[in-house]
Structures are given as structure tokens and as C-alpha cells.
């Protein structure tokens, strides 16, 4: 099974900054990536997928990039609706399996 | 509108059984293959199992294997999850999910299971 492991596991940050999430991958994944991002008490939600390209409806502040093994997820401009808990997850081979998360806090 | 709506969850005693399912609605259920994934208390996110879209393939996580069945009526647009032999750790959240190209782009709102004596 591939194994995929984020950093941080959390971080904070003020309105309006620049945060950068990464997830590498225990092997390669060409770019089947994807991110979803989880708020208390809610389902995960679709923010980028196949590594970089943007979810229907997602803001464009949201930006995602990598390949092979290293992978970033991109927040700039930060809002209040965006600290919430990020995910990372695998589409290359069953089981997709998902990163431990970063949790995204206001500093 | 795409809609998914898990029901089933609720208190079950160590050892016992519980069936999950989760209603689909809004799109051409029979055309996706379907996840359930779960997410412990103040934990991430955990792969359960899969289904194809003609429900002739399934796969476990190595933590439900044997324990746990998944199965779909595309006539009824309905996924479930059979699971047997509980766990205090199999306590979570359990979502069910659609998967497009490998995306889990549909996520229901998730039902509680709670395993304890």
C-alpha cells in the first residue's frame, strides 16, 4: 500500500498570509493527487484534484503543484472560511489512501 | 443536485453488527464506483472499502477484511456497508463517498457508530 505522509501536521497563520502544505508519497503517483480540505463536524470537500487542477466552485486562491512523490498545496491570500484541516489523498492504486492532515489555524 | 445520505449508525455492543447505507440521489448512481471511508474522533481520514460501479469488484482495508462486507443496489441507488464482529476501534464517522476517476468529488454527511459495552 502507498503511504502518504504530510507536513506540517499543523500550522498557523494570520488573514490574509501565504501558507504552502506538503505531501510526499512512499513511492510514485505520476500526479494522481488530490486535496480536501475538512471543517469540525463536516465531510471533506474537493479542493484540487489530479494534482493541480481546481475543483469546480473552489477559489483560485487555491493552487496545488508537484509530481512523482512531492506535492504542495498552496494558500494565498488566506480567508477566515479557509482554516480548517487539509488533506491529502492518493488516486494512483486501491486503497486511495489519505495523508494524516495538517490542521490550518489563525494565528 | 448530487445528494448522498448515510443512515444506520448508532450505539452497538462490542462484537456486534450494524448495516450502514447511504442513498444516492441527483446522478446516475450505476455509472460510479462508490467508497466508504471513516475518521475515528479527533483522527484523519481512513480508507474502509470500495466498490466498482456494477458492483463485481470490492476491496478492504486490512483493518475490516473479513469483518466487514460492502455491496450496492444500483435498483434502489443504495450502497451499504455490512459490518460484523465490532471494535472499539472501528468507532468513527463512517462517509460514504463517490469517486470519479479517482477523486472522491461526493461526500455524504457521515453517521456515527459508536462501539461500547
Known amino acids: 500500500d502507498i503511504q502518504m505522509t504530510q507536513s506540517p501536521s499543523s500550522l498557523s497563520a494570520s488573514i490574509g498570509g501565504r501558507v504552502t502544505i506538503t505531501c510526499r508519497a512512499s513511492?510514485?503517483?505520476?500526479?494522481?493527487l488530490n486535496w480536501y480540505q475538512q471543517k469540525p463536524g463536516k465531510a471533506p470537500k474537493l479542493l484540487i484534484y489530479?494534482?493541480?487542477s481546481l475543483q469546480s466552485g473552489v477559489p483560485s486562491r487555491f493552487s496545488g503543484s508537484g509530481s512523482g512523490t512531492d506535492f504542495t498545496l498552496t494558500i494565498s491570500s488566506l480567508q477566515p472560511e479557509d482554516f480548517a484541516t487539509y488533506y491529502c489523498?492518493?488516486?494512483?492504486?486501491?486503497?486511495?489512501?489519505f495523508g494524516q492532515g495538517t490542521k490550518l489555524e489563525i494565528k | 443536485e448530487v445528494q448522498l445520505v448515510e443512515s444506520g449508525g448508532g450505539l452497538v455492543q462490542p462484537g456486534g453488527s450494524l448495516r450502514l447505507s447511504c442513498a444516492a440521489s441527483?446522478?446516475?448512481?450505476?455509472?460510479?464506483?462508490m467508497h466508504w471511508v471513516r475518521q475515528a474522533p479527533g483522527k484523519g481520514l481512513e480508507y474502509v472499502s470500495a466498490?466498482?460501479?456494477?458492483?463485481?469488484?470490492?476491496d478492504y482495508a486490512n483493518s475490516v477484511k473479513g469483518r466487514f462486507t460492502i455491496s450496492r443496489d444500483n435498483s434502489k441507488n443504495t450502497l451499504y456497508l455490512q459490518m460484523g464482529s465490532l471494535r472499539a476501534e472501528d468507532m468513527a464517522v463512517y462517509y460514504c463517498?463517490?469517486?470519479?476517476?479517482?477523486?472522491?468529488?461526493?461526500w455524504g454527511q457521515g453517521t456515527l457508530v459508536t462501539v461500547s459495552s
Open positions: 513511492q510514485s503517483i505520476n500526479r494522481y
Open positions: 441527483g446522478f446516475a448512481f450505476s455509472n460510479y464506483a
Open positions: 489530479d494534482a493541480a
Open positions: 463517498a463517490r469517486v470519479a476517476r479517482g477523486k472522491f468529488d461526493y
Open positions: 466498490i466498482s460501479s456494477n458492483g463485481y469488484n470490492t
Open positions: 489523498q492518493q488516486s494512483f492504486s486501491t486503497p486511495y489512501s
